[in-house]
């Protein structure tokens, strides 16, 4: 793990497909819902730390009606401040507007956490990092579908991306 330094107030913690549908599925190391209440934990935290928090859910393109349990989880519910994002692809920036709301607020780190690990995470983490973001992985608030997945991801993918903590540490950094 890595030490993380920040300014709490240049930070966006951006928690990605926190939705009903996908909480459900089988995940490894963390089970959906363990993961779901890291996340709400770190979400706290970062808005009493004045930054800003980001949910962010998919929709499927082209179809008339989402699968069930595409919303937000309940606990979810965005508080004054908060944005929401609709994604259409795997990662959280393309055609969502996410980098412009970033760069409005000041935002220079991202903190990512959520749904899953080697799909929506990663593939917004690999973006931020393109945009010139400093990015923070927080391993133990996110889970693959499988376990070894999320081990590659945390281990070999993400340190090369950015900084690697749990959400304990994440939480003293803000602290």
Not at 17 to 36: H, K
Not at 121 to 136: F, I, M, P
């Amino acid at each position: 793990m890595a030490t993380v330094q920040l300014d709490s107030r240049r930070t966006a913690l951006v928690l990605i497909d926190l939705m009903p549908r996908i909480i459900a599925l089988p995940t490894e190391p963390y089970s959906g819902t363990e993961v779901l209440t890291r996340c709400l934990t770190l979400a706290t935290a970062v808005r009493a730390a004045g930054g800003l928090v980001v949910f962010v859910r998919v929709e499927r393109p082209g179809v008339e009606e989402q699968p069930p349990g595409s919303e937000l989880a309940p606990e979810c519910a965005p508080e004054s401040g908060d944005v929401q994002i609709v994604k259409h692809t795997l990662g959280a920036f393309h055609q969502t507007g996410l980098d412009d709301v970033l760069r409005s607020r000041g935002v220079q780190t991202v903190v990512l956490g959520g749904l899953v690990t080697n799909f929506g995470v990663e593939s917004t983490g690999r973006v931020a990092d393109e945009h010139d973001y400093s990015v923070v992985f927080v391993s133990d608030a996110m889970a693959g579908l499988h376990g070894h997945a999320h081990e590659f991801a945390v281990d070999y993918v993400f340190p090369r991306l950015g900084a690697v903590c749990t959400s304990d540490e994440l939480l003293g950094v803000l602290g």
